[in-house]
């Protein structure tokens, strides 16, 4: 579904991204966890075509990742919401349904929005909206085309409990439809269970890239371990 | 700890890394390099001019300059003050508001610190500007160089009370309640003010002579700030007496009385300049292109509201910004600056009717309107949309992408320019090609501004060299995209000795522009970053 080879992105004389390769087949949710800094956001706004890459490819179903094709198949989380002040938030769903072609969109709409509970919200200006709502609306926005792959840059940040566990199930409901998720974020437990796969960065290179099981495996002692400790255990400076 | 030491350390940091950045980005040099450039052509210009000054006639000449430095000091004073009434200026940032206030300092001694920073700054910054209206001023009366800081400080005295004073007057007109009062004193200085002039005029029978004459008056020199910064500038065109060191010395004297006052009164004052420093923060922004400018807008701001879908995948942008529009104003296309434009295109053919037969008076507005079309559009308009990410998300032709998300601009352009000159063109008997050869011009203008703003953004992506780069790029937009449009309807103009061609041929080399930067759009957008 996504293939990344070789991949390096230089702001300025800072390297980001240091000539990585990865790739997720569908079905795949995948966690790109890392330090602050490591180049997370960088990866996902590359591959998503905010930034240009300096060197490598990526192609998404085949189609390099900044064609038409390519843009089709998937959706965007910013790490921080961004949205038009002067639209209410139903507004920006129907924003995004009109430039995604979302067949029957009113209804997807409102039983997202109903998911976020944001129907009493469904009227409010964007720059009305506390911190957390926007970020609801920003998820909200991605899902509702329902592509096959989903980027999402730290989705959870800000968000309450209740968002928090309905995001959860979201992912889990679209690891059964077979669609391909990648994810990062901060908030490990709330990925543990959820992920099948871990890319861990650091210092803009792929450190880790794993199943959970061979990660659990590998540092041995069985159950008590969890997936912070193994976070700390291979991210710690030598 | 001293607050004034940890202050000065503060800003003492700031200055050291701005030469850091510098080093590692020689690049900014060449900017700076750019400006002395300018400030050196400047003084250049005062030197030649000096050479040879064209006298008006001597008397009349430094009548002219006095009563300009009354006329507008007086206005700026006004307006400031009113604006006073309402908002506070502001001396500090966005990162001041967030660390300095929460921390355990002196408000009293932030604040007295961060003045009289802010006036030694501006000492040197309005020093350029009255550089720039030097050669102006020399133009109009010979002036005595030997006296010239004089002039210097006389001009800079008066801008340097404005701040403080105003702050001074938001300070005390929220701690006692005073606002009204203040508000209803000021208005009346200014009734005064306009009433002192009209007896001037109506005692002249002659507009220009009223106002030489009362802007001139003697007693207006005993007037505080504006009287006194006026002896000291005119130091240098009349000569040197001891009332210019009265002047100083009075209008020092006010400067520090207003620090001191503020000083003392202002203990709590935190709130009041939040909402001025986020304004003055977000401007910078939008200088910078980051930030759209606020559009001004109706007081009703409609929450229920249907806007029909117009196509699908970037169309989308199209659909979004006519349903900001409709929201902000009473119509997707329609709105305040069409009433404006409407309104001045009746008083100018009115006023202009009158006085000739010709169409001169049409030219000259669509003139002027093209060129402040393109100086002001240039930082807005577009850019709002490439501080969000949906314009390079979504699947769609990037041509489509530009016009899309212009359209509503354009149209909304388009209704204004045929506001204004259907009824100048009906009042001036113009004949209607000529009137739509005027709209499609101004238009072009408009559209070029529009089509160019993406290229700003891969010129120059970083945010802070676009700010310092404004000016340049302005310059440069003109030479590049404006110059052949200017040079072909000029051509066109002499050959056929026929004035319209002018503007049809700009119109239409416009365009041929507009086409090319339409065209390398999938090139234009394949460079842009969204950082
Ligand atoms: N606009 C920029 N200009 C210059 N350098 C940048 C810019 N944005 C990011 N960087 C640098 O690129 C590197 C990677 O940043 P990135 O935002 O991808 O990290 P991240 O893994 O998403 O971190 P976080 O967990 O804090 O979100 C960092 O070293 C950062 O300093
Ligand atoms: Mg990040």
Redesign the pocket.
Known sequence: MLKVESLTKK??N?V??DDISFSLNQGDIVGLL????????????TIVGLLRKNAGSITIGSYPSTSQEAKKKFTYVP?TPELYDMLTVWEHLQFIAYAYDVANFAEKAERLIERYDLWDKKDKLAKELSKGMKQKVSICCGLLPEPDLYLF??PMIGLDPKSIRETKLIFKELSEQQKTVLV?T?LLDSIENLCDRVLV?K??RIIVDMTMEEMKRKLGNSGSVSLEDLFLEVTKDE | MNEFKLLAKRDGRIIVNHFKEIRSNPKRLGIYLLYLVWIGSLVFNVVLRYRNPVEIQAQLGSQIIGAGFVGVGTAFLLYFLYRGTLESSTFFTMGDVHLLFPAPVSPQKVLLYSMVKQSLLHIFLYGFLILALMPLIMNTSRIDLQYLPFMYLGFIGLFLVIAPLNFLVFALGSKYGLQLRLQQGIFALIVIFILYLAGFIIAAGDLWQGLLQGLNASWLDYLPVIGWSKVVFMTAVTGYSIYSIAGLVLQLLFLVCCIVISYYTADDYYEDTLKATEQRALRKKQKAGVEKAQRFSFPFSKKKLFVRKVGSGPWALFWRSKVEYSRSDFHPYLGFWTIMFLLAGIGVGVFAGKQTDGLTPLYIVNGVIAYIIFIFSASNAAQHELTKPYIFLIPGSNLVKIIGSNLTDILRMFANILALNIPLGILLNAPLQIIMILVIFDVSFYILNLSSNFLIRIIFPNALDQKALYPLFLMLQMLLLLLPGIIVGGVLAFVFQNLVLIFAGIAAVNIIIIGVLLLLSNKVFARLEW?
């Open positions: 702001y300025r800072v980001a991204v890392g330090p602050n800094g490591a180049g997370k956001s960088t990866t996902i706004k790490e840059d730290e990062s901060h960065m210092q803009g | 950082i």
